[in-house]
């Protein structure tokens, strides 16, 4: 029996999913990172000109996808090309999807367990010292048991929000949890800038350097561009598909990548301000959030609230990521071989969450099954997916409009809910072209590094 479609209930119901899916942990901390460390405002102009290049073309080929099959990803490319091998692009994106939530839903244990830190004072004994901070945090990730204990607890909130569906599941909590983390940000922020030594923080993060924008962070913007929005997991397609012909695609798409960027700026704020109000270092990465922080936010007055306050913003990103990468997985059982959303949440969930507790154990639980390649299972999952998964399904999406279903196809899709708005097709072909061959270049760059021990570029 073919199940009636879901649909959002409203369009800012799907605005706010769709860019919480967009934003997750990476906004919180790998782009304030990678930008003040590679030109501050200097990077992100060459951010913002990739992401309206780059990103706003494949966003809205995805979006366009969805909606005018309204199915996920293997059943949208199947529709649009029968009986070819388009499909394998769809099962990319599942596959993708599987992968990334594997290893994501172990770091959203990891900031469950700090919030609990954080509520018990845990974070007190770590008050100014980064190198104590460090220990316990690598105590607890190379644990056999805890962190998995954590990671089932994130998973089975995931596996619940999208039991509920697309209205009362998905878009529901998005329209809770996007705001919230808006106001958590705004409020860690203007807190960030009031510390004495905070806006050299933000001198750091926002002051154009151009001398040190180099072509190693170009490809870097080019890279984060790409990966921030979700693009090629079948993300945006799964969520396009639950759209009506009234929706106007162009102007959704404008409005997750600003709110994707923005999020992004302000985590910048809250973080850098207080890291150099307090003298912490900077330069820290992912270490930053589970090192860095914890040892920072006990020397603030109410250093409780705030550290808490974080974490569970911080918590609510990796969930409205998390919960758009089940989805993906849930929809093509749902969409092809007709499950029930509860059966195949469940299923699929457990199963996603056994995986995940492999790239757990990988860390230090003596588990380690892509050990005769060097690395953990957990970076093995993280590199596969993002490097080389991500990157090919968003180029043969591109390639797919360009060369197989074609433009003006595109365009008559793109053009419902736009009142009739002009769309040259020179354009779109140009900005999917380049969207296209950027992404070839990050492949080929990330493929010429493992054979030459060095990237092109980078």
Known sequence: MIQKREHWGSRMGFILAA?????????????????????GAAFTLVYLACILVVGLSIVIAEFVIGRNTQLSPVGAFEK????????????????????????????????FKYI??????????????????????????TGLWAPVFYQVIFMTVCIWVIIHGVKGGIEKWSKIMMPLIIILLAVLAVRGMTLPGGSEGLAFLFN??????????????????????????????????????????LNSALWVIFLDTAIAMLAGVAIFTTVFALGANPAEGPGLIFVVLPSV???????????????????????????????????????????????ATIRFGAVITVVGAFCSFSLGG????????????????????????????????????????????????????????????????????????????IIFNEIYAVFAGKALIG
């Open 19 to 39: 860019s919480g899916s967009a934003v997750g942990i990476g906004n919180i901390w790998k782009y304030p990172s990678i930008a003040g460390q590679n030109g």
């Open 116 to 141: 609990i830190m954080s509520l018990t004072g845990g974070f007190d004994t770590l008050a100014g010292s980064p190198d104590t901070a460090g220990n316990v945090f690598n105590t607890f990730i």
């Open 208 to 249: 154009p350097r151009f001398e040190e924008l180099t072509a190693s962070g170009i490809v870097l913007a080019l890279g984060h561009a790409f990966f921030t929005l979700s693009l090629g997991m079948g993300t945006m397609i799964t969520y396009g598909s639950y759209l009506g012909k009234k929706e106007n695609l």
């Open 297 to 343: 936010f006990p020397q603030l007055a109410g250093g409780t609230v705030w550290g808490t306050m974080f974490f569970i913003l911080l918590f609510m990103a990796a969930l409205t990521s998390a919960i758009s990468i089940l989805e993906v997985v849930t929809a093509y059982f749902i969409d092809q071989k007709g499950w029930s959303r509860k059966k």
């Open 366 to 441: 003596g588990i380690n099954i892509t050990g005769i390649f060097g690395i953990s299972f957990f970076d093995f999952m993280d590199g596969l997916s993002s490097k080389y998964m991500l990157p090919i399904g968003g180029m043969f999406t591109a390639i797919f409009i360009l060369k197989k279903w074609g433009i003006p196809n595109f365009i008559n899709e793109l053009k419902n809910g736009m009142d009739h708005f002009n769309v040259p097709p020179a354009l779109i072909r140009t900005l999917l072209t380049i969207g296209a061959a950027v992404v070839a270049f």
């Open 80 to 111: 649009l090309a029968p009986n070819t091998s388009w499909k394998w692009v769809g099962f990319l994106g599942v596959g993708s999807a599987f992968a990334i939530l594997s290893f994501y839903g172990v770091v959203g244990g990891w900031i």
